[in-house]
């Protein structure tokens, strides 16, 4: 038995959560995810709320998460694009980049440090937006086609939306590698290094950490593999058929995260 699966939540002092499925859903707070929330900050315990949505900035995430009924200050949000600057930062300060996305990306690699431009970019940054640009998308095949470095936020080939499905950075990305042969690095979830960059943030050791998530491809996958105690909640994608198809299963199952509440 693995170190993880001899924790139990009570043991967990820093608590990573996926934020759609897991604490809302459509816009509206999952019961409990409110009341989750207040016991971490009533029992002082460093949590943050991730996400593979790099559209928006933490501000932007806070105000919506608020209007859905989740009190979430603007420092316990960490997204693909935060990661994604951070990773950047570290590999090249003072980059110079050309950026398919939304405010989120981009601000997060002006923070960085990073000059954001389409002359001769060290890199082909592609984050999440919902007016994708045919000329953008050539532009960035011709730069990486002339030596800029690929990256993507995330791999989701879809995003959710009230119609349905949206085409989503993983399904652009995988345009721009059919046109020009060439594989991104993705930094967002499944890859571990998005919770790395998170426990790195509060302060957080993997011991005594724990991430829940709502699909076992990223969120459970990716916790595992950084050595996190996981938790899967039934509140979203994955759902209690699907997890024997995975050759890896969660710590722990639960119907949804108020059933956390009193083991915390």
Same mark, same amino acid.
């Given at each position: 038995?693995?170190?993880?699966?001899?924790?139990?939540?009570?043991?967990?002092?820093?608590?990573?959560?996926?934020?759609?499925?897991?604490?809302?859903?459509?816009?509206k707070a999952v019961p409990g995810a409110a009341e989750l929330i207040q016991r971490w900050v009533d029992t002082s315990k460093?949590?943050?709320?991730?996400?593979?949505?790099?559209i928006f900035t933490p501000r932007d995430l806070a105000a919506r998460l608020k209007a859905s009924g989740l009190e979430v200050p603007e420092e316990n949000l960490w997204t693909s694009a935060l990661a994604?600057?951070?990773?950047?930062k570290s590999q090249m300060p003072h980059g110079r980049a050309f950026v398919i996305g939304e405010a989120g990306l981009t601000t997060a690699l002006h923070e960085a440090g990073f000059i954001l431009t389409d002359q001769n970019?060290?890199?082909?940054?592609?984050? *999440?937006?919902? #007016?994708?640009?045919?000329?953008? &998308?050539?532009?960035a095949i011709r730069l990486i086609g002339n030596g800029a470095r690929f990256i993507c936020?995330?791999?989701?080939?879809?995003?959710?939306?009230?119609?349905?499905?949206?085409p989503a950075t993983g399904a652009v990305a995988a345009l721009i590698t059919k046109a020009t042969g060439r594989e991104p690095y993705i930094v967002g979830k499944p890859n571990p290094m998005m919770f790395r960059s998170?426990?790195?943030?509060? *302060?957080?050791? #993997?011991?005594?950490?724990?991430? &829940?998530?709502?699909?076992?491809d990223t969120d459970i996958i990716a916790g595992m593999e950084a050595g996190l105690h996981t938790v899967l909640?039934?509140?979203g994608i994955t759902q209690p058929e699907h997890i024997d198809a995975y050759p890896f299963r969660p710590d722990q199952?639960?119907?949804s995260v108020a059933d956390l509440i009193s083991e915390i």
């Open positions: 038995m693995s170190k993880a699966q001899n924790r139990q939540p009570a043991d967990i002092e820093c608590w990573l959560t996926d934020m759609d499925g897991v604490l809302v859903h459509e816009n460093r949590f943050l709320v991730l996400t593979n949505n790099s994604t600057a951070q990773f950047l970019p060290d890199y082909v940054v592609l984050g *999440e937006t919902r #007016s994708y640009s045919f000329e953008a &998308i050539t532009q936020t995330n791999p989701d080939a879809t995003g959710p939306s009230r119609e349905g499905p949206l998170a426990m790195n943030r509060i *302060e957080a050791h #993997s011991e005594t950490t724990a991430m &829940i998530g709502d699909r076992m909640v039934l509140t199952v639960m119907n």
